[in-house]
């Protein structure tokens, strides 16, 4: 069965961007000219989904008006001769009309397990992709392509991987895994923000996975953890036996935004590699002794 829809979690709190965050969602935070979670949403569509659910808070519905075809702005640009602004809305909208969206809401923020959960009823009995909008990949095969690809293969649920320094051991899910194909591993467990000393290995979980149905009763039966959270990888942690998970390392370059730091260096990145502002920008950071 093919992999045609994406869950894509927006309704954390965003405390680590406070106050920004109370009232523009960090997922909307801009990455050189456009939101970060529209650089996920072209990834899914680049990766041939059509169809993303949203899981939301209940005070964000506008969000999805960020996807509609905005005519009257359109007609407004054009009529006062702003037809290169004009066309790009056009262009983006265009692709936007490409694919469904849906939304369903996350009352309470109890993690990203229960997050995933609140999509169940508009995933029937298939497969299906799933991003977090913390991270964005830089690759010429979309990542989430990457991971259908091995999906299909294999037929079994699968992590997108990154290796990390072991200075970032403690802040991320970190995988032992049984190499079994290219860049392709049968994980055999998942260690939640290990010690350096006391992690697998130096592969690191990504928030893009493809995932079967049945991991909707894993996270139903799954207790909260001390925070009150359901977590995804602690789950899958807990579950290794009863279903083989495999992790793919993925091609492409990791940009992460889930922080302050994080999100200037990847802000800062892609800047500097933005055909229209790139050299511009370095030109100015030079002329200003910046750099």
């Known amino acids: 069965?093919?992999?045609?829809?994406?869950?894509?979690p927006i309704a954390g709190l965003g405390t680590r961007f406070l106050p920004l965050s109370k009232v523009l969602?960090?997922?909307f935070w801009p990455l050189v000219d456009k939101p970060i979670l529209q650089y996920i949403v072209e990834e899914a569509i680049a990766s041939g989904i059509k169809e993303i659910i949203f899981v939301n808070q209940p005070r964000r519905k506008s969000i999805l008006n960020y996807f509609r075809v905005d005519k009257n702005l359109i007609k407004l640009l054009e009529q006062?001769?702003?037809?290169?602004?004009?066309k790009e809305l056009k262009d983006s909208e265009k692709l936007f009309k490409s694919i469904s969206f849906k939304q369903v809401f996350q009352r309470k923020p109890l993690g990203d397990g229960h997050a995933l959960l609140q999509g169940k009823n508009l995933i029937k009995n298939e497969p299906f992709a799933t991003a977090w909008a913390d991270d964005v990949i830089e690759s010429k095969t979309p990542c989430l392509s990457q991971l259908i690809k091995?999906?299909?293969?294999?037929?079994?649920?699968?992590?997108?991987?990154?290796?990390?320094?072991?200075?970032?051991?403690?802040?991320?899910?970190?995988?032992?895994?049984?190499?079994?194909?290219?860049?392709?591993?049968?994980?055999?467990?998942?260690?939640e923000k290990p010690s350096i000393e006391e992690s697998p290995s130096d592969l690191a979980c990504i928030g893009r996975y493809v995932l079967t149905p049945k991991v909707f009763d894993f996270l139903a039966k799954a207790k909260p953890n001390q925070k009150g959270e359901i977590i995804l990888n602690e789950v899958f942690s807990e579950k290794m036996e009863e279903e083989e998970i495999l992790g793919l390392?993925?091609?492409?370059?990791?940009?992460?935004?889930?922080?302050k730091l994080a999100y200037l260096k990847s802000n800062t990145y892609l800047i500097s590699k933005?055909?229209?502002?790139?050299?511009?920008?370095?030109?100015f950071l030079k002329e200003e002794k910046i750099i």
Not at 249 to 258: A, Q, R, S, T, Y
Not at 274 to 283: P, R
Request: proline share 5%; net charge positive; with cysteine.
């Open 1 to 8: 069965m093919e992999v045609k829809k994406a869950i894509i």
């Open 25 to 27: 969602p960090k997922d």
């Open 80 to 86: 006062r001769g702003k037809r290169n602004l004009a």
């Open 150 to 191: 091995s999906f299909n293969k294999y037929k079994r649920p699968v992590i997108a991987l990154a290796r990390v320094p072991k200075e970032s051991f403690p802040l991320y899910g970190m995988v032992a895994g049984e190499k079994i194909g290219k860049r392709i591993y049968r994980i055999k467990k998942i260690v």
């Open 249 to 259: 390392e993925i091609n492409g370059k990791w940009l992460e935004c889930g922080n």
């Open 274 to 283: 933005h055909l229209k502002y790139g050299k511009k920008v370095k030109k």
